[in-house]
């Protein structure tokens, strides 16, 4: 019997959607009896118990805030994460008050930075059992952008400038060691003058390595798995998140 597909939903008809065309609803899959464990789940390794502190741009006795590993569309994609192995409906009392406040904390740094007008808080969960939380920045202005294709566009957008990137990262970092905890994200280094030959470079000047792109900030915030230990490296899918 030939697929029919049913009608397209209103949404794809709003101005948030970011796609035109021709469409139609795919056919689901049939249900799987029992469920693949999840990125550290049974005896699948946890990216995020084993990712050093190293790994991420802020950290504190029991939280940890990582980047994505480059730039993306959205001024800043950030990912909380608590330093135990639980998944949200584990945490004890303590961490689940500590949450809340981490969570507005964040989201307050993030809103702090040039340019952002609203910032997106997301829990999927389905790709890692550990729990985290997305903060994704909406660009201020851009009303296209509202609401949930959010994710979406992050993806389809050119990425922000490099050192932008990296200088929100650390006023982000800065913001939340206001606080407490450590951050490790650095602001890239103002190269003062760009040199026409590797001559003219002096130890002083601090040009030589110290471009945006420098092996100390890259380190700062290169998380390792993007995806937050989703096992999704930025994912195409948010279900996988
Ligand atoms: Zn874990």
């Not at 400038?161 to 450590?182: I, M």
């Not at 390595?209 to 915030?221: I, L, M, Q």
Request: hydrophobic content about 40%; aromatic content about 8%.
């Amino acid at each position: 019997m030939p697929h029919t597909s049913p009608p397209l939903p209103d949404f794809t008809r709003w101005p948030s959607f970011p796609f035109e065309g021709e469409f139609r609803v795919k056919k689901l899959d049939d249900p799987v009896a029992v469920e693949p464990p999840r990125k550290g789940e049974g005896t699948s390794e946890c990216l995020s118990c084993s990712a050093p502190d190293e790994a991420y741009i802020w950290v504190s006795e029991r939280w940890r805030v990582r980047a994505m590993d480059r730039p993306t569309g959205l001024p800043m994609v950030l990912i909380l994460e608590s330093r135990s192995h639980l998944d949200l409906g584990d945490l004890p009392n303590l961490l689940a008050a500590e949450l809340g406040v981490m969570t507005v904390r964040l989201e307050r740094a993030i809103r702090s930075l040039d340019g952002v007008a609203r910032v997106h808080v997301n829990r999927w969960g389905d790709g890692a059992a550990h729990l985290h939380l997305w903060f994704l920045a909406r660009p201020y202005g851009q009303l296209q952008l509202r609401g949930t294709f959010l994710p979406l566009w992050d993806t389809i957008l050119p990425p922000i400038p490099e050192e932008k990137w990296r200088e929100n990262l650390a006023l982000v970092a800065a913001w939340l060691a206001e606080f407490g905890g450590r951050p490790l994200a650095e602001p890239p280094r103002i190269q003062w003058q760009a040199p026409s030959s590797l001559d003219q470079l002096t130890p002083e000047g601090g040009v030589t390595g110290d471009v945006p792109s420098g092996p100390d900030a890259a380190d700062a915030v290169e998380p390792g798995d993007p995806a937050g230990g989703d096992g999704a490296a930025r994912p195409d899918d948010p279900g996988t998140r």
